[in-house]
């Protein structure tokens, strides 16, 4: 089951029932089939709370993912800074649908297996991204 929260903020215009297909599709193009996925979506200070309090950073980012994942079944919360995600749209020069839709998956791909954080694994997230971006409209 794939829920969808609040906090801080208003939830954002995604079409659930869309999305929520999108990413069983992409986590079964994995050989993954999801199990419990909660989104909260949030603000700045929120998602700086929560990396400060789980993580020890001390910094904002667009997406932070707690895995609790056994075997081939997803399951994970993800937490995403609806500020962020506006900002970078506007920094990267994207549609901030766009982005919001790259960060959500960003969270199943990492629960898929996939990384960003070293060397080569970036073009890595990116490519998996843009392709689970591809099959999006195409549902």
Same mark, same amino acid.
């Given at each position: 089951?794939?829920?969808?929260s609040?906090?801080?903020?208003?939830?954002?215009?995604?079409?659930?029932?869309?999305?929520?297909?999108?990413i069983?599709?992409?986590?079964?193009?994995y050989?993954?089939?999801?199990?419990?996925?909660?989104?909260?979506?949030?603000?700045?200070?929120?998602?700086?709370?929560? /990396?400060? +309090?789980?993580? @020890?950073? $001390? &910094?904002?980012?667009?997406?932070?993912?707690?895995?609790?994942?056994?075997?081939?079944? =997803?399951?994970?919360?993800?937490?995403?800074?609806?500020?962020?995600?506006?900002? /970078?749209? +506007?920094?990267? @020069?994207? $549609? &901030?649908?766009?982005?919001?839709?790259?960060?959500?998956?960003?969270?199943?791909?990492? =629960?898929?297996?996939?990384?960003?954080?070293?060397?080569?694994?970036?073009?890595?997230?990116?490519?998996?991204?843009?392709?689970?971006?591809?099959?999006?409209?195409?549902?």
């Open positions: 089951m794939i829920t969808y609040v906090e801080g903020v208003k939830m954002p215009k995604i079409k659930r029932r869309e999305t929520t297909a999108w069983r599709a992409v986590a079964a193009s050989g993954k089939k999801v199990g419990e996925v909660g989104y909260l979506f949030c603000n700045d200070e929120k998602i700086l709370e929560v /990396n400060n +309090e789980y993580l @020890g950073h $001390d &910094y904002y980012t667009d997406i932070i993912t707690f895995d609790y994942c056994e075997g081939d079944t =997803l399951n994970g919360d993800l937490v995403i800074s609806l500020d962020t995600i506006r900002t /970078n749209a +506007e920094k990267f @020069g994207k $549609d &901030y649908d766009e982005e919001l839709h790259r960060v959500i998956i960003h969270g199943i791909l990492h =629960l898929c297996g996939i990384n960003d954080k070293g060397p080569g694994e970036r073009e890595i997230m990116e490519a998996a991204e843009n392709k689970a971006l591809s099959t999006l409209n195409s549902e």
